[in-house]
């Protein structure tokens, strides 16, 4: 079995930054792309932004020029970078792989859309 462990998160003031980071645990043989969502009470759960194996990334309008997502294949760790925060990026942020190979003994497996149990952004004064 995998996991994916997000820290990172917590109280900051507006303007601030704070850096997430997603870390998969286990024998693992390849992440294709992983992603950062957010939900915020009361509302569905959104894309912030993806990033492939290859490093290529794609962000959601609403985080262009203040998220930066990066990642690091050795370590199987993918980061946020938030910078500039905003009252409404208030959110739980989730971590998502789409596709996880892993290896068990001698077994391989594959999970698809893993997620992460989350960590708690909150941007207020």
């Known amino acids: 079995q995998v996991q994916l462990v997000e820290s990172g998160g917590g109280l900051v003031q507006p303007g601030g930054s704070l850096r997430l980071s997603c870390a998969a645990s286990g024998s693992i043989v390849s992440i294709n792309v992983m992603a950062w969502y957010r939900q915020a009470p009361g509302k569905t759960r959104e894309l912030v932004a993806t990033?492939?194996?290859?490093?290529?990334?794609n962000y959601a309008d609403s985080v262009k020029g203040r998220f930066t997502l990066s990642r690091d294949n050795d370590k199987n760790t993918v980061y946020l970078q938030m910078n500039s925060l905003r009252p409404e990026d208030t959110a739980v942020y989730y971590c998502?792989?789409?596709?996880?190979?892993?290896?068990?003994?001698?077994?391989?497996?594959?999970?698809?859309?893993?997620w992460g149990q989350g960590t708690q952004v909150t941007v207020s004064s």
């Open positions: 990033i492939t194996s290859g490093g290529s990334t």
């Open positions: 998502n792989a789409d596709r996880i190979r892993y290896r068990s003994g001698n077994y391989y497996y594959t999970q698809y859309y893993f």
